[in-house]
């Protein structure tokens, strides 16, 4: 069963075990902006300060220090697959991330997918993708950074 959710779609993962609930986050954001502008903003460390935190590290292997959201400690990034502007397979503390890029015309849009989530888990991370998802926005549109403190209470979109 496929939830809709204004912040996101919560899936069933596609590869999982017949006797297996585990589930993927979706999220989908088109930009009036070229990919690699868009690409620049989620990947280069100079604007990753910006809108998400301090990059350290090197050879696909990366630390970051959030500034702001739900993790207060450095987190370990390690690169899977990069094919820039394009694709960016990335494992976060453990887990898989996939971010795709595609260019129609004069917009950006971008593919988040968030996998091997068990159901319950999805309601704490789910608002956390979707934040920082939020800031990556308001940074290409020169506004206001979001504050974590307004998306814990989005938990109930991920059921």
């Known amino acids: 069963m496929t939830m809709m959710s204004m912040l996101g779609e919560v899936r069933p993962e596609h590869d999982r075990a017949a ?7 979706h ?16 990947t280069d460390r100079g604007q990753l300060a910006h809108w998400l ?18 993790v ?6 390690r690169v899977g ?3 820039a502007p394009h694709e960016l397979i990335v494992h976060i503390d453990g887990c898989l991330l996939e971010v795709r890029m595609t260019q129609v015309g004069v917009v950006t849009n971008v593919e988040l997918i ?17 934040y920082l998802l939020d800031r990556l926005t308001a940074y290409l549109d020169y506004a206001p950074l979001p504050q974590w ?3 814990p209470k989005r938990a109930d ?3």
């Open 72 to 77: 207060s400690r450095p987190v370990a990034v």
């Open 53 to 70: 935190g301090a990059v350290s590290g090197g050879s696909g292997n990366l630390t970051i220090e959030p500034m702001d959201g739900p």
């Open 149 to 151: 403190a307004d998306y």
């Open 27 to 42: 999220y989908l954001r088109s930009f009036r902006k070229p990919v690699l502008e868009v690409w620049s903003a989620a």
């Open 157 to 159: 979109e991920y059921r």
């Open 81 to 83: 697959h990069c094919q």
């Open 114 to 130: 968030r996998r091997h989530v068990t159901p319950a888990d999805a309601r704490e991370i789910g608002p956390r993708w979707q």
């Open 19 to 25: 006797d297996s609930e585990l589930v993927l986050l």
